[in-house]
């Protein structure tokens, strides 16, 4: 998912943004009870009940896997082993060769989407307008600048990318830059046996975030016009929904009957219907809401609060918000262990990844990101995307 700012790319729309990493530091560096904050610096106020997290140790517990974090601002990435939260090797994306000397890399990259399927890694590559692809299977702990990576040229400021349910291609945000008309946005589709770019669709507007039915016949993509459906099949827009005010992150039930986008000018979810493609119902969450995740069952939605400090928990039989989990340090980016014990939440200004345990909202742990050992040495390395998954990263 894209960042809201970066601090090697900072594009229009962060000028919005009303937080600021100095005041988020100084909560995350308290030792006592972490409150959501409002975007004024004031405590929220919420009509539901609030789970207050306390930052604990560095290491935190959890099911075998890995965990693969896009840093745009560190241009790179940070694979963890998510049985203890131990940092295992933070390596280099998308850093081309310097022309003339092989030896030496341009270290430019913004990797702010990351994606996964199998043991294949898709990052996109905002400032050089490019997606690495990486097996993570072949990462070497003694080797930070990825070997076996390949570079995918693509439309302007690819900002996010997601995988088709069967794994056979990748559709990337080409967000454009924030220029005016007319638009440069679209959306590339690369072929995954072929690393190849098969297809490019222009848009009229800005894609940002790309939600799959189960079936792959469809697709979700947000953009400041509201949420355009898609049929993969003949790559035309079908509808557009509008009213969804500024829509960004998006995710589709596993049945494919409903679809949930995050209304960030109004602290809102929408849900839809896809049968109808009407909303059927608004579930008031916390300010800005960004990234969003859904349990493998359907029952539970996280929504990732950045100007709350917050997550938001959502049941989606009632559509009510049954907890808030206070989180400070402007959490954009969300995930969920594949087996749905914890929720991973990436914290854009403070450089903190939290753990979460989804049976009780409770504090597992918390990390910085890269090799920082002081409460803020991850600022600046903005944790925008996080993929989770079972097969442990080499040298864990």
Known sequence: MAPR?????????ASRRVITAGAAAVVLAAAGTATALTASGHPATHNHPVTKARLASSSCGGPAGAAYIALPGYQAFD?????????????????????????????????????????TLYFAD????TVAVIDSATLNVDNYSNPAETLIHVGFD?????????????WVADTGPQTGLPSLGGIDVISASTLKVTARMHLPTDP?????????????????????????????????????????GVTVSPDGSTVYVTNTVRGLVDVISSATDTVTRTIQVGQMPWQ???ASNGRTLYVADGDSDAISVISTASGKVTA?????????????????SQLWVGGLTSGIVTVFD???????????????????????????????????????
């Not at 998510?82 to 081309?96: A, E, K, M, P, S």
């Not at 905002?126 to 307008?129: E, S």
């Not at 509201?226 to 099949?233: Q, Y």
């Not at 990390?367 to 991850?378: E, I, L, M, R």
Request: net charge negative; charged share 15%; aromatic share 4%.
């Open 5 to 13: 700012e970066s601090s090697s790319s900072r594009p229009a729309w």
């Open 79 to 119: 694979a963890v082993n998510t049985v203890n939260c131990d940092l295992v090797q933070q390596y280099n994306v998308g850093d081309r060769t310097v022309p003339g000397n092989s030896n030496d890399f341009n270290y430019d990259s913004t990797d702010e989407g990351v994606a996964m399927h199998g043991s």
């Open 208 to 248: 940002r975030d790309i939600a799959f039915s189960p079936s792959g016949a469809t697709a979700y993509v947000t953009a400041s016009d509201g949420l355009l459906v898609i049929n993969t099949a003949t790559r035309k827009v079908v509808t557009v929904i509008r009213g969804l005010g500024d829509p960004e």
């Open 158 to 170: 690819p900002e996010n990318l997601a995988v088709t349910p069967d794994g056979s291609q990748v």
């Open 292 to 294: 969003l995740v859904l």
């Open 358 to 396: 989804t049976a009780t909202d409770g504090l597992v742990g918390s990390f910085n990101v890269g090799y920082g050992q002081t409460p803020n040495s991850g600022d600046g390395e903005e944790p925008t995307g996080i993929v989770l998954t079972t097969t442990p990263t080499p040298g864990s």
């Open 126 to 129: 905002t400032g050089n307008d």
């Open 324 to 340: 808030t989990i206070s989180d400070a340090g402007d959490p954009v980016s969300v995930a969920l262990t594949p087996d749905g």
